[in-house]
């Protein structure tokens, strides 16, 4: 008997594990016509896009159909996208923070490095430069994720994900 609860679980377990390789879903998939690279995202992503008529969208996309994407309930057709751009949302967390964090912290330390007028290899001055430095590339990590424009020659469509 404690046989046949074992096979149960590994039988479902293995349908499980193999439910996602027989689903399949579709994706975004943005092609360079004068290089043929492409790139593609997955259904139920982060993007940003915005539109011809300079409309701009960001949050998770699905799609409806070949020509029609919708995201948070607003429908966008795929021959209105200007750009298009990733938007994870790890990079505005974990990174972003990280570099506004160790930025403040050069500052800090470089500014008690001057007050105190500590002899050390490298003055509070430079430190706070660096921080400043390291602040600012916080605050702009986002905007530097590069976007695919139609106008450069990326082409959109959506294709079955593999």
Not at 16 to 24: F, G, V, Y
Not at 56 to 68: A, L
Not at 112 to 133: E, K, Q, R
Request: aromatic content about 8%; overall charge positive.
């Amino acid at each position: 008997m404690n046989n046949r609860y074992l096979y149960n679980i590994l039988l479902i377990f293995a349908f499980l594990c193999c439910l996602p390789i027989t689903t399949q879903g579709q994706s975004l998939s943005i092609k360079n016509t004068l290089n043929g690279k492409e790139k593609i995202i997955k259904e139920n992503r982060r993007i940003r896009i915005k539109t011809v008529n300079k409309d701009k969208f960001k949050g998770r996309f699905k799609i409806i159909d070949n020509s029609r994407i919708c995201i948070k309930n607003d429908t966008i057709a795929i021959q209105d996208i200007s750009y298009i751009r990733k938007d994870p949302f790890a990079l505005k967390i974990v990174i972003t923070g990280g570099l506004i964090y160790l930025g403040s912290s050069l500052i800090i330390v470089g500014l008690v490095f001057d007050a105190f007028g500590a002899a050390t290899a490298i003055s509070g001055s430079t430190l706070s430069i660096t921080g400043v430095g390291v602040l600012g590339l916080g605050f702009l990590s986002p905007v530097l994720i590069p976007s695919k424009k139609t106008k450069n020659n990326w082409h959109i469509e959506i294709v079955p994900s593999q």
